[in-house]
């Protein structure tokens, strides 16, 4: 049985004009249109037919709360059964069809796809919008991340979903240590960058052997450089990254591509 909350949050998040933009299409290659048949959570679906032999979708670009799913000693997030629901009352039963724009298939043997419904629903940027998932990008999958990016901003501004609950609140450098193995927004000050052996540091405490750090690894400059994105340049400037958290020299997190990086201020003269 549905509680009554899950309820009215489907019918507000179901509704068309929670969604301010669609993405483009035309940077994307087709691939393929089925049904689905099932929701998992609330970024995967079954379909039917297949597609390419494979009848598993990861909504690829998000992540939704994570569900136990019968995994032994795995809590389910908040709002994993909230987040089911919306993607169930958008996309149940409906005809879809997938677009790929990076690497087509995951290690799971899911397709890795950006969904759009016969009645034109992108179902990324529709959970994005509701707040029931937050942008989840790859160094072999970033196409149309700055559309993904301001669904989720969108919500996020606005208190929608996982964004008034605090499991899912945004971590500063002194409180992201309480968080180590988990995946983690964080806004924070670069105090200091370096480059040492190969890898750039951005270091947001005066004890870097204790304090929060980014580390971007040096097969990972050349999307930075590409992106215009000057690591060295970031000292003084806000940004705010994602990622899982690992304890490396403190709370540490490594970005592999830019689109895991948002600077949020301006650079001044």
Known sequence: MIRYGILIWVAIWAHPSTVAADLDWNNL???????????????????????????????VGIQ??????????FQAWPLGEESKAALSALALGKDVTL?????????????????????????????LRSGMARVYSFADNRSEVAALLEQESLA?????????????????????????GR????EGTVL???????RTYLNFGEDWRQDFTVTVQKKAHGLFEKAGIDLLAL???NIRVRGWVKSYNGPSINLTHPERLEILDIAQP
């Open 183 to 186: 995946y983690e927004l964080i």
């Open 99 to 127: 677009f790929f724009g990076g690497r087509k298939m995951d290690r799971h043997s899911r397709l890795l796809a950006h969904l759009k419904t016969s009645d034109g629903v992108w179902l990324q940027g529709r959970m």
């Open 29 to 59: 290659t087709m691939g393929g249109t089925s049904r689905i048949i099932q929701i998992i959570d609330g970024d995967t679906v079954v379909l039917n037919p297949p597609i390419n032999g494979a009848t598993e979708v990861r909504l």
């Open 235 to 237: 000292k003084g400037r």
């Open 192 to 198: 200091d960058t370096a480059h040492v052996k190969g």
């Open 156 to 180: 996020r501004v606005a208190g929608e979903g996982i964004w008034s609950h605090p499991f899912y609140a945004i971590r500063t450098p002194d409180t992201v240590g309480a968080f180590i």
């Open 64 to 73: 939704a709360p994570k569900l136990a799913l019968g995994r032994t000693g």
